[in-house]
């Protein structure tokens, strides 16, 4: 069955009588489009605003950014139109007047028609017929950027030092009334999970609203850090009371506390006692308080965290 319509369709185009049928039907149609285009019709438009020659020291405020233009011209015409966006362009050299701190554009249709238009457009009515630009002086703002972050490592890992921004701030530039209202830019969230090597991932800034009048130096920024294999380890560290009155002979017990600290595989053997500092102040004593309370006031860097795992030191005062 298929094979028979397929073969009564080559035969078809064969038929010269078919092939000239259709040559016509083509040749009019083309006709037909070129009529229809030739004609003149009128329409309304929306023309984007083309900004041209701003002085370099102010930013114009994105106030202003369409203009209705009725026109009337042929099908071709606006046969480019539908497929380019149009534009109505605004010298500031020449075509405004400065009131306010404010640029006005109001411009008459012969002068549209004279410098943005050929002879075959006609223009019928603009919409608005004045455009009004807030103006602003640029400010220049370096802004620390603020990381969300939420990063969970393997057992046993963390990240070695501090975690890298680069940058660590964005230089802001635009108009004063924006610009001094950003106090910090915050990122996009990293989220990790399972992570045991090092880290070294691309984030977006978030950009603050009004940024289409702002410019930044930098819209993503590299997050690094150092992964390493962390161990925990218990030392013995003496305490030390301070400010103990010279009229008071002080005993407590007792007098070395447990120090459990977080550091990596690589340095467990670097860590000693003497890296740690516990003390107790005698001025904290309130009442008939009969201990003291331990406080670890010095580790290493290279010690991620630290903790004392004895929370009271027991004093007596002998006379």
């Not at 603009?126 to 807030?134: A, C, G, K, N, Q």
């Not at 690589?266 to 009442?287: H, L, M, P, S, W």
Request: glycine share 2%; with cysteine.
């Amino acid at each position: 069955m298929i094979g028979k319509i397929t073969s009564k369709i080559g035969a078809s185009l064969k038929n010269k009588r078919v092939n000239v049928f259709f040559l016509f039907l083509l040749f009019s149609f083309v006709i037909l489009i070129f009529s229809k285009l030739s004609k003149d019709y009128t329409n309304t438009l929306a023309f984007q605003i083309e900004k041209l020659n701003v002085p370099e020291e102010q930013v114009i405020l994105n106030d202003s950014t369409t203009i209705d233009i009725t026109l009337k011209t042929h099908g071709f015409r606006w046969f480019n139109y539908y497929f380019n966006t149009p534009k109505i362009s605004v010298d500031f050299t020449k075509d405004v007047s400065k009131k306010d701190k404010m640029y006005i554009w109001s411009q008459s249709k012969d002068y549209l028609k004279n410098t943005q238009f050929d002879k075959e457009v006609q223009i019928l009515n603009v919409s608005p017929d004045t455009l009004l630009f807030r103006y602003d002086s640029n400010m220049v703002k370096k802004v620390p950027v603020t990381l969300d972050a939420d990063i969970k490592f393997s057992a046993g890992y963390n990240v070695f030092g501090a975690m890298k921004l680069e940058p660590d701030s964005v230089t802001v530039i635009g108009p004063h009334v924006l610009v001094k209202e950003i106090k910090e830019i915050e990122t996009e969230k990293l989220s990790l999970e399972e992570i045991r090597t090092d880290i070294e991932e691309p984030i977006s800034i978030i950009l603050p609203e009004n940024s289409i009048d702002l410019k930044f130096s930098a819209k993503t920024i590299m997050v690094k850090a150092e992964v390493k294999k962390f161990t925990e380890g218990t030392l013995k560290v003496p305490v030390e009371v301070i400010n103990i009155p010279k009229n008071i002979n002080l005993k407590y017990f007792p007098k070395e506390v447990n120090v459990a600290y977080f550091v990596s595989l690589d340095n467990f053997n670097t860590v000693n006692a003497e890296d740690f500092k516990v003390i107790c102040n005698y001025k904290n004593v309130t009442g008939n308080q009969t201990f003291l309370v331990p406080e670890l006031v010095k580790y290493p860097d290279k010690v991620k965290s630290a903790k004392i795992n004895h929370q009271q030191i027991e004093f007596i005062i002998i006379k």
